[in-house]
């Protein structure tokens, strides 16, 4: 019996170490595979071990241009909604708490939802400044995997579980330009209601929440415009409801 427990434990450590193996040099790959995991309803353990034993410095040179920090930072924040959620949806009745709560492990360090989305993906904004304050203080944790600019179009790729979250996909950073650009103009497409008779659109409280990184209301109507979405700037802005409601495994292909 001794001899089957110790040939368990060896063939789980040498599952996890070829899988770090596999994953230290590409963790773009690994945010991927994390995703695809959870579509495919497969465990995710090894993933998760993984993102958390890697050594800061090691995950810096890994993602060390906005593009593979967008893709490899979307797809895990994605990735772990999902994981903690479909297993603890309760968590999501108090969404505050839920959000800045220290209780994902990346790079040795224990960090909130909030950490990733406000410090790292939105380069170190402060959570309730509507986007238009820097935090202070920064953490090194932070300062080496952070973006170098803010990209208004992450608020299109975000899911944080809610039915009116945009739908998840699975980014890659050779392509992250034009994915990001796709699914921006598809979410605002359909939550944007044009009214001719009154010059008037409605289009989603994303763009007031975070106002800063769209440029305010004027530059939400260029954004709208961008995407024909409204004929001029000239409009007047509305913002709608947001549905809070849970919905999981919201996945689209671009």
């Not at 770090?20 to 690994?30: G, R």
């Not at 895990?76 to 949806?89: E, G, R, S, V």
């Not at 909030?114 to 932070?142: N, Q």
Request: a negative charge; aromatic letters at 14%.
């Amino acid at each position: 019996m001794r001899k089957y427990i110790c040939t368990a434990i060896l063939t789980v450590f040498v599952s996890f170490t070829s899988l770090t193996a596999q994953y230290e040099d590409n963790m773009i790959k690994l945010s991927q595979d994390f995703l695809k995991a959870l579509q495919d309803k497969k465990p995710t353990e090894e993933y998760k071990k993984v993102l958390a034993d890697i050594d800061l410095d090691k995950l810096a040179s890994q993602i060390d241009t906005d593009r593979k920090r967008l893709a490899f930072w979307i797809n895990i924040y994605n990735a772990y909604i999902m994981d903690i959620l479909k297993d603890a949806p309760g968590k999501y009745d108090d969404r505050g708490e839920f959000f800045k709560a220290d209780q994902i492990k990346i790079a040795g360090k224990n960090v909130s939802f909030d950490d990733i989305e406000h410090g790292v993906i939105r380069s170190s904004v402060l959570k309730l400044s509507w986007g238009y304050f820097s935090k202070w203080f920064v953490s090194e944790w932070e300062r080496k995997l952070r973006t170098d600019h803010r990209d208004y179009r992450i608020h299109f790729a975000l899911n944080c579980g809610a039915k009116s979250c945009p739908p998840v996909a699975i980014y890659d950073d050779q392509t992250i330009n034009e994915d990001l650009e796709e699914i921006t103009e598809q979410y605002l497409t359909r939550v944007s209601e044009y009214k001719e008779e009154e010059d008037k659109v409605i289009t989603t409280p994303l763009m007031s929440w975070f106002r800063g990184d769209f440029g305010g209301k004027s530059g939400s109507k260029e954004i709208l415009e961008k995407f024909d979405i409204i004929p001029n700037t000239d409009v007047e802005l509305e913002f709608g409801d947001y549905d809070w409601t849970l919905d999981l495994f919201n996945f689209t292909t671009i």
